[in-house]
């Protein structure tokens, strides 16, 4: 294997271990996160040990693994830097999946804080993808992308909702990248994937927020508003790979 065929798994895992050992020096100890069961709707199953003690939020998060195994190993039929930026999303896909699992297993408020730190430079890397289908190859500028979006999570350290409103920014500057490569390059395919994405993406954040109201329905007493928040969340994901995969075959053309 050459060296740059390992540079996305070099380059996912040096960000998690930068993170991981910024949370355990204790530099973001004091930032609001929700630690406990009682703020899932899901009810705990007695019995089941504390991995899978929500069955239903815990094992949807085996749907990221599985959504980032697909897409790394279809990556082998494409080329350079394309490759690149669809093995890098592919990697963050398949860590945070048991990221998310984790923080639901030992209920730890580091993990908390790691598992909302790390969805920002995700969703970036979406923005991040777009703009180089729009601009070409820009090591420095995707650096500076990704270290602005990691910095944002300072705001959690200065208000209680401060990575809502990191997450809220994040989600219209990559809206807004989405719409720019659409409207540059996409066509009627592409255009209908991302009427998709955008409807998963307000599934996402719409079912979590009313995760505990929604409980009153039955529907949703076991798979919870938190469950198919995440079901969306996986949606979005591939959504984006489907978009950005292609937009660059169209650009290509």
């Known amino acids: 294997m050459k060296l740059e065929d390992r540079a996305p798994v070099w380059?996912?895992?040096?960000?998690?271990?930068?993170?991981?050992?910024?949370v355990a020096s204790g530099a973001f100890d004091c930032v609001h996160t929700e630690v406990g069961y009682e703020y899932y709707a899901e009810p705990t199953v007695p019995g089941l040990p504390a991995v899978v003690a929500m069955p239903a939020n815990c094992?949807?998060?085996?749907?990221?693994?599985?959504?980032?195994?697909?897409?790394?190993?279809?990556?082998?039929?494409?080329?350079?830097?394309a490759r690149y930026f669809q093995e890098v999303f592919a990697l963050m896909a398949l860590f945070y999946g048991p990221l998310q699992w984790l923080?639901?297993?030992?209920?730890?408020?580091?993990?908390?804080v790691l598992d909302q730190w790390l969805t920002l430079p995700?969703?970036?890397?979406a923005a991040v993808w777009c703009h180089f289908l729009e601009h070409g190859w820009q090591p420095g500028t995707f650096l500076?992308?990704?270290?602005?979006?990691?910095?944002?999570?300072?705001?959690?350290?200065l208000h209680p909702q401060?990575?809502?409103?990191?997450?809220?920014?994040?989600?219209v500057v990559v809206l807004w990248k989405v719409?720019?490569?659409?409207?540059?390059?996409?066509?009627?395919?592409?255009?209908?994937?991302?009427?998709?994405?955008?409807?998963?993406c307000?599934?996402?954040?719409?079912?979590?927020l009313w995760d505990q109201e929604l409980a009153r329905w039955a529907l949703f007493r076991r798979l919870t508003g938190h469950f198919w928040s995440k079901i969306c969340d996986v949606l979005q994901f591939h959504c984006a790979f489907l978009f950005c995969v292609k937009l660059g075959m169209l650009r290509s053309q």
């Open 11 to 22: 380059h996912v895992a040096a960000g998690l271990a930068v993170c991981s050992a910024a």
């Open 59 to 81: 094992l949807v998060n085996v749907a990221y693994v599985l959504l980032g195994w697909r897409w790394l190993s279809s990556s082998g039929g494409r080329r350079g830097r």
């Open 103 to 112: 923080r639901l297993w030992i209920q730890s408020h580091r993990a908390a």
């Open 122 to 125: 995700i969703f970036t890397w």
């Open 144 to 157: 500076a992308m990704e270290a602005a979006s990691l910095a944002s999570y300072g705001m959690a350290l």
């Open 162 to 171: 401060g990575f809502e409103l990191a997450l809220a920014g994040h989600i």
């Open 179 to 200: 719409f720019r490569a659409q409207r540059l390059l996409g066509d009627a395919t592409s255009a209908g994937v991302m009427a998709l994405g955008i409807a998963s």
């Open 202 to 208: 307000l599934g996402f954040v719409g079912l979590k």
